[in-house]
């Protein structure tokens, strides 16, 4: 509850799977993201600011968490 969809947070980068880009926030909560369509690509072990853009919980309880990179910061 702490990462509200259109919040800006910053994430570290954990994996970058070609198409996705694994993130993670306050050192526990992970996120997906599409890789950037401009600029440098993400790199394991950057900080990059992030835009949360949808928050999905499935039926087994498992919490989903999609961004953008953002161009801000």
Not at 9 to 27: D, H, I, M, P, Q
Not at 42 to 70: A, D
């Amino acid at each position: 509850d702490r990462v509200q969809v259109g919040g800006r947070y910053a994430a570290e980068v954990t994996y970058n799977a070609g198409k996705s880009v694994f993130v993670r926030l306050y050192g526990q909560i992970d996120c997906i993201c599409a890789n950037p369509s401009y600029g440098a690509l993400p790199e394991n072990g950057q900080t990059r600011i992030i835009e949360i853009t949808e928050k999905v919980v499935l039926p087994n309880g498992t919490k989903r968490l999609f961004g953008i990179f953002s161009n801000i910061g």
